[in-house]
């Protein structure tokens, strides 16, 4: 069974751009959810998915946005990047909606801005 | 704010020997999880405890939960390199919530 797959791995933008990260959760499993992990603040929660519809949102400006599809795929986008947003970006999948069992998490997205 | 807060912060260890790390919560929870994880890659899930268990093992694993105390334990026995990691714990429900970690090192 294949794991939580994340592209890209890396990237590399500028100020003022945006980007979009993706992952495919483990088959089967419609729950997704992202979290920014950066060495000052740690693990932060930036919102979770079920069944395209957003269930829960962490404190992150509007500049975070995501999505998830039919097929329980998802989408965060970071527009306007600022330099502070340079983090390690992650993602979990899990069977259910209601936090009962435990997160399978993608390698992360490694964003650096310049 | 963050429901799961590990101490200590740091630990560093020699191999073979016995690393304990504590996490705290603040409010009830369904089950609390442990997870590792090595420097910049995903977290992996160790082990689930649910609230009506008070300790639980799995391998070298160790999980103990005190809901009265909302305090929860993990002990890593005869400890080994490999087990250099951040481990971070999570209560559900809240799965949003992980602490800062405890980052273990295990010495050779």
């Known amino acids: 069974k294949a794991g939580v797959t994340q592209t890209p791995r890396y990237l590399i933008k500028t100020r003022g751009q945006q980007v979009t990260l993706s992952c495919s959760p483990i088959?089967?499993?419609?729950?997704v959810s992202w979290y920014q992990q950066t060495p000052g603040q740690g693990l932060q929660f930036l919102f979770e998915?079920?069944?395209?519809?957003?269930?829960n949102k962490g404190n992150f400006p509007g500049r975070f946005s995501g999505r998830q599809f039919s097929n329980s795929r998802s989408e965060m986008n970071v527009s306007t990047l600022e330099l502070g947003d340079s983090a390690l970006y992650l993602c979990?999948?899990?069977?259910?909606?209601?936090?009962?069992?435990?997160?399978?998490f993608g390698e992360g997205s490694r964003l650096t801005v310049l | 704010s963050q429901q799961g807060e590990e101490d200590p912060q740091a630990l560093s260890i020699q191999e073979g020997e016995n690393a304990t790390m504590n996490c705290s919560y603040k409010t009830s929870i369904n089950n609390l999880q442990w997870y590792r994880q090595n420097s910049g890659r995903g977290l992996v899930h160790l082990i689930l405890i649910r609230s009506n268990e008070r300790e639980k093992h799995s391998g070298r694993l160790r999980v103990t939960l005190d809901t009265s105390k909302k305090s929860s334990s993990l002990l890593i026995t005869a400890s080994r390199a490999a087990d250099t990691a951040s481990y971070f714990c999570?209560?559900?429900?809240?799965?949003?919530?992980f602490g800062d970690g405890t980052t273990l090192t295990v010495k050779p």
């Open positions: 979990a999948s899990s069977l259910g909606e209601t936090n009962t069992g435990e997160l399978f």
């Open positions: 998915y079920f069944s395209e519809t957003q269930r």
């Open positions: 088959s089967g499993h419609r729950s």
């Open positions: 999570a209560t559900a429900p809240g799965k949003s919530t």
